[in-house]
């Protein structure tokens, strides 16, 4: 079975200048909820680039400094784009809190993106409360799982050495 997170658990977080004011409202809830959270910036209205953000996170993650990571930016599809090129990574975009129940019982996720433009904060604190709340289910999902690290281990091997 593919390991799931405990919570509470140590989380890492990150935005682009679109997500920051988000990322300091969660972070404030996160740490008075107990958990433990390494903010991987930005954190000012500077203009930056999400991927930069996306892979501090997603190395928190893979590295297990982090059990799960959350990232924020003005749709969170590029923040989801850029971290799932990261081996080991599943990301997931959440406008719903059915979708962080479903993401973390089915797929596992290991990051919750959110859209700061798009979504309003009770809707993204309520949805990171679930994805944080709720436990893999395993069982059938293993299976689709191990393919998903299979195709990230054959993307791997086939990268050319630099
Ligand atoms: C920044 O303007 C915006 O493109 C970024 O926050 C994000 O929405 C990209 O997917």
Do not use: W
Not at 84 to 92: D, E, K, L
């Amino acid at each position: 079975m593919v390991a799931s997170v405990p919570t509470p658990t140590a989380l890492a977080i990150g935005a682009d200048h679109a997500g920051v004011a988000v990322k300091s409202a969660l972070i404030e809830a996160l740490t008075a909820a107990g958990h433990g959270v390494t903010d991987c910036g930005t954190d000012g209205p500077a203009s930056v680039d999400y991927p930069d953000f996306a892979q501090a996170v997603s190395e928190q993650v893979t590295s297990g400094r982090a059990g799960l990571g959350v990232l924020v930016c003005g749709t969170g599809i590029g923040m989801c784009i850029a971290a799932n090129r990261h081996p080991g990574i599943r990301a997931a975009v959440l406008h719903s809190t059915t979708e962080a129940r479903l993401t973390r019982a089915h797929n596992d996720a290991n990051i919750a993106c959110f859209g700061a433009r798009l979504t309003g904060i009770e809707v993204i604190l309520d949805s990171l409360r679930v994805f944080l709340e709720t436990p893999y289910e395993g069982g059938r999902h293993d299976r689709r799982l191990r393919k998903l690290s299979a195709a990230d281990a054959a993307l791997t091997q086939s990268e050319p050495a630099p």
